[in-house]
C-alpha cells in the first residue's frame, strides 16, 4: 500500500515539475552550423511566457537588431524580449510570437517542454506546417 501511495505521488510530482520546468535560462545552437549563439531567459510575466536574451555568446555574429524596423533597429540583443505573449499550457506555451533578429520577422510560435532539458519552439507564419523548429537546451 505505501509503494503505491508513493508512486501516486512520485507520479504527480513528476507532473507538476515538468510543466513549472519551461521557465530558466536555455541556450541556443545554431541548427545547421551547430554553433552556440546566445543564452536566452523563459519567464513568467501577467499569466504568460516570454523570453530575453541574457547572453551573446563569443561564437555568435550578431550583437544587436539591425535587421529590425522602428524602435527595435540598432538596439542590443542583450536584454531583448523576443519570445512573447505565450498562452501557458500543461507541457509549454503555445499562440505566442517570436522576432527573428536575422531578418528583424516577428513570427507565430509555440514552445513545448519535449525532455527536462530540451524545449522545442516552433515558428511559423500561418499554420505550424510552414515554420521553423528549433531545441533549446537548458543550462
Given at each position: 500500500?505505501k509503494?503505491?501511495?508513493?508512486s501516486?505521488?512520485?507520479?504527480?510530482?513528476?507532473?507538476?515539475q515538468?510543466?513549472?520546468?519551461?521557465?530558466?535560462?536555455w541556450?541556443?545552437?545554431?541548427?545547421?552550423?551547430?554553433?552556440?549563439?546566445?543564452i536566452v531567459e523563459?519567464?513568467?510575466?501577467?499569466?504568460?511566457?516570454?523570453g530575453?536574451?541574457?547572453?551573446?555568446?563569443?561564437?555568435?555574429?550578431?550583437?544587436?537588431?539591425?535587421?529590425?524596423?522602428?524602435?527595435l533597429?540598432g538596439?542590443?540583443?542583450?536584454?531583448?524580449?523576443?519570445?512573447?505573449?505565450?498562452?501557458?499550457?500543461p507541457?509549454?506555451?503555445?499562440e505566442?510570437?517570436i522576432?527573428?533578429?536575422?531578418?528583424g520577422?516577428?513570427?507565430?510560435?509555440?514552445?513545448?517542454?519535449?525532455?527536462?532539458?530540451?524545449?522545442?519552439?516552433r515558428?511559423?507564419?500561418g499554420?505550424?506546417?510552414?515554420?521553423?523548429?528549433?531545441?533549446?537546451?537548458?543550462?
Open positions: 500500500m509503494i503505491t501511495i508513493s501516486i505521488l512520485l507520479t504527480f510530482i513528476c507532473f507538476f515538468t510543466e513549472a520546468q519551461v521557465t530558466g535560462k541556450k541556443i545552437t545554431d541548427e545547421h552550423s551547430k554553433v552556440e549563439k546566445s523563459v519567464f513568467e510575466k501577467d499569466s504568460m511566457y516570454h530575453r536574451v541574457l547572453k551573446i555568446l563569443p561564437t555568435s555574429k550578431r550583437t544587436h537588431c539591425d535587421a529590425c524596423e522602428g524602435d533597429k538596439k542590443p540583443l542583450v536584454g531583448m524580449v523576443i519570445i512573447y505573449d505565450l498562452i501557458k499550457t507541457n509549454g506555451g503555445k505566442g510570437r522576432l527573428n533578429p536575422a531578418n520577422k516577428t513570427y507565430s510560435c509555440y514552445i513545448e517542454l519535449v525532455e527536462p532539458n530540451k524545449l522545442k519552439l515558428g511559423y507564419l499554420w505550424p506546417a510552414f515554420g521553423k523548429t528549433m531545441y533549446y537546451s537548458r543550462l
